[in-house]
């Protein structure tokens, strides 16, 4: 079973804070996203990496950063936090075969109260 | 630009069927369905490419209009686990390494009553 995880279900910090989401997946996958999820607003995607040092801007990347280093390891940093980042956080990781159906499998989230 | 999914909300009784649409102001490859239970991770469902082909799921079924940019998800005899959030993520490009990049709809939320 592919699995996604995410370091924290939930997290709670103060405005000006630095924030690090981790994102780890199992599976070998070459691509990782990060999403934020709002009501009525669906999936937006913050970034996404193609491949280890690889990424490019999604599109709301304002006020985030990523790091990819390892290819199972997906970083979403939030330099200084603020509470309109306030949110559910979903990170996915996807295969790149055809035969996959290029499924992105997605971690539990992490719910980012800043407060 | 984020596709249009309509309905926003659907509520069934067990056994009714329900469409659920999504509409793209752009040129689409691909059309990709994903469902979100309550508290959990979207689960994929079906992708669709280019070429008006239909595929089934179960009792879910989508068809997807490459003319019309649009796709639309098909429940037939819907069950309490149907409930969720459906999304529909488009692609304007083929799929594979740096152009797997999904835009999700804001999603169109199911409830399937007894």
């Known amino acids: 079973d592919v699995k996604v995880t995410q370091s924290s279900r939930y997290l709670v910090k103060r405005t000006g804070e630095k924030v690090f989401l981790e994102c780890v997946q199992d599976?070998?996958?070459?691509?990782m996203f990060w999403y934020r999820q709002d009501p009525g607003l669906g999936l937006r995607l913050i970034y996404f990496s193609y491949d280890v040092k690889m990424k490019e801007k999604g599109d709301i990347p304002e006020g985030y950063s990523v790091s990819r280093e390892k290819k199972e390891r997906f970083s979403l940093i939030l330099e200084s936090a603020s509470t309109n980042q306030t949110s559910m956080y979903l990170c996915?990781?996807?295969?790149?075969?055809?035969?996959?159906?290029?499924?992105?499998?997605f971690g539990p989230g992490t719910r980012l109260t800043v407060t | 630009q984020q596709p249009v999914q309509s309905p926003q909300a659907v509520i069934l009784r067990e056994g009714e069927d329900a469409v659920i649409n999504c509409s793209s102001s752009k040129a689409l490859y691909s059309v990709h369905w994903y469902r979100q239970k309550h508290g959990e991770a979207p689960v994929f469902l079906m992708i669709?490419?280019?070429?008006?082909e239909q595929k089934g799921h179960e009792k879910i079924s989508a068809s997807f209009n490459e003319k019309k940019q649009q796709s639309s998800l098909y429940l037939t005899a819907s069950q309490l686990s149907y409930s969720g959030t459906y999304f529909c993520g488009t692609s304007r490009l083929p799929p594979g390494g740096a152009t797997n990049k999904l835009i999700f709809g804001t999603g169109t939320l199911l409830a399937v009553q007894p």
């Open positions: 996915a990781s996807s295969p790149t075969t055809p035969r996959s159906s290029y499924e992105q499998y």
């Open positions: 669709l490419l280019k070429g008006g």
């Open positions: 599976m070998d996958h070459e691509n």
